[in-house]
């Protein structure tokens, strides 16, 4: 798919889909040390989160929640005063339009995660944790 596309053209593509306006993703550091595993694996206990591996080995934090701007219809209510990651955001990038899924390895809850890195002999455990709650 070409790279730049127009305001009309970009429309049509769009039409009747907005999941790239349901949520966001961030990059994060790899996790090295126990401090990062322990991180992640709070992100995790929370609803809506998941973690990824992309396919260039980077790591991204994602939250499923919509932005807004987006009105009932799917339909961008600012559109002309969108910020500049969805203009430059392009279908040869999103999910509609990629049968191959952005993410090589997907966390979606912590147990996930734990399960990765037991198979990876990872030790991401605290030390004398203690059994009572707080
Ligand atoms: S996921 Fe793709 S087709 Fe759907 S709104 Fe975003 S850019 Fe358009
Ligand atoms: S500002 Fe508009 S185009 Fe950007 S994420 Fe929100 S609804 Fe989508």
């Known amino acids: 798919m070409e790279k730049d596309i127009s305001h009309q053209k970009n429309r049509l593509l769009c039409h009747g889909c907005d999941d ?4 966001i993703a961030v990059e994060i550091d790899r996790p090295t040390a126990k401090s990062d595993y322990q991180n ?3 992100f995790l206990l929370h609803k809506n989160v998941r973690v990824y591996i992309d396919w260039e ?6 939250f ?8 009932s219809q799917g339909l961008c ?7 500049g990651m969805c203009r430059d955001y392009n279908q040869k990038d999103c999910t509609k339009y ?11 809850c912590a147990d996930d995660f734990k399960r990765y890195l037991k198979k990876k ?3 991401w455990e605290l030390k004398n944790q203690s059994t009572k709650s707080i």
Request: net charge neutral; charged share 30%.
């Open 20 to 23: 790239c306006c349901r949520y």
């Open 40 to 42: 992640i694996i709070w």
């Open 57 to 62: 080995n980077d790591w991204l934090l994602e």
């Open 64 to 71: 499923v929640t919509p932005c807004k701007e987006l009105d």
């Open 77 to 83: 209510k600012n559109y002309a005063n969108r910020p």
């Open 98 to 108: 990629n049968a191959k899924s952005a993410e090589k390895i997907s966390f979606n």
């Open 121 to 123: 002999n990872i030790d």
